[in-house]
């Protein structure tokens, strides 16, 4: 068996990076607005035993990909073999933003609690149960809304409404809209309001409403 030493890996390595090219790396535009996109293209020739990688991406060596940069962001292509790597091109995609006008939220949780606060207050039949608000949490790419609710129904006790909502935000034209729109509501009554003499059919219907008017009420908020 042939035993070869780190050095002569090192230079096998050098030595097909030397014979990788470049053929072509863009940006197709170059210049984007807030919240636009660009395609980086690039295609790389050489031997075999080498990799690319994009931004420390691995990708195909020939491909393109498409970008949403925030900022303006420089893109940097590298050949890679063994432990040796190689710059092969950089481009720049620039955002301008001078359109953009933006301004500080000091309590995003607040200001999304108002309105719905301000909606079940407002209501004829919905209602906070006991002291508390709408709950409010963020994960990445969404925003989740609980509420716990009473409705109030003539001549039975009043159901109790859970309410689970959550949702994206995206831009379209300009214009900031609610996606990925998620609506979980659980509408119950207490189990003795079931013996009332001819409770059954009624409370079928006052939960059955009353799912159909919390989905709605949530749905119109969301937007």
Same mark, same amino acid.
């Given at each position: 068996?042939?035993?070869?030493?780190?050095?002569?890996?090192?230079?096998?390595?050098?030595?097909?990076?030397?014979?990788?090219?470049?053929?072509?790396?863009?940006?197709?535009?170059?210049?984007?607005?807030?919240?636009?996109?660009?395609?980086?293209?690039?295609?790389?020739? #050489? @031997? &075999?035993?080498?990799?690319?990688?994009?931004?420390?991406?691995?990708?195909?060596?020939? %491909? =393109?990909? /498409?970008?949403?940069?925030?900022?303006?962001?420089?893109?940097?292509?590298?050949?890679?073999?063994?432990?040796?790597?190689?710059?092969?091109?950089?481009?720049?995609?620039?955002?301008?933003?001078?359109?953009?006008?933006?301004?500080?939220?000091?309590?995003?949780?607040?200001?999304?609690?108002?309105?719905?606060?301000?909606?079940?207050?407002?209501?004829?039949?919905?209602?906070?149960?006991?002291?508390? #608000? @709408? &709950?409010?949490?963020?994960?990445?790419?969404?925003?989740?809304?609980?509420?716990?609710? %009473? =409705?109030? /129904?003539?001549?039975?006790?009043?159901?109790?409404?859970?309410?689970?909502?959550?949702?994206?935000?995206?831009?379209?034209?300009?214009?900031?809209?609610?996606?990925?729109?998620?609506?979980?509501?659980?509408?119950?009554?207490?189990?003795?309001?079931?013996?009332?003499?001819?409770?059954?059919?009624?409370?079928?219907?006052?939960?059955?409403?009353?799912?159909?008017?919390?989905?709605?009420?949530?749905?119109?908020?969301?937007?």
């Amino acid at each position: 068996m042939q035993l070869i030493d780190d050095d002569q890996h090192d230079d096998d390595a050098v030595d097909i990076l030397g014979e990788v090219s470049l053929t072509s790396f863009k940006a197709n535009p170059t210049n984007i607005g807030p919240f636009g996109a660009s395609v980086l293209s690039w295609s790389v020739k #050489g @031997p &075999s035993g080498f990799h690319v990688k994009l931004n420390g991406l691995q990708v195909a060596k020939n %491909g =393109q990909q /498409v970008v949403h940069p925030a900022s303006t962001t420089n893109y940097r292509l590298s050949a890679h073999a063994g432990q040796a790597s190689r710059t092969l091109g950089n481009v720049k995609v620039t955002v301008d933003r001078a359109s953009c006008e933006t301004f500080e939220i000091n309590n995003p949780r607040s200001v999304i609690q108002a309105p719905v606060r301000a909606g079940i207050n407002n209501s004829e039949n919905l209602y906070f149960r006991g002291s508390t #608000g @709408p &709950s409010v949490s963020f994960s990445p790419g969404r925003i989740r809304l609980e509420l716990r609710l %009473g =409705q109030r /129904v003539d001549y039975f006790p009043d159901p109790a409404v859970y309410i689970d909502a959550s949702f994206g935000l995206a831009v379209h034209d300009g214009t900031l809209e609610a996606v990925g729109e998620l609506i979980s509501i659980d509408v119950s009554v207490p189990f003795w309001a079931w013996a009332i003499p001819g409770a059954v059919p009624g409370l079928a219907i006052a939960i059955s409403m009353g799912k159909d008017s919390a989905r709605k009420r949530m749905h119109e908020t969301i937007q």
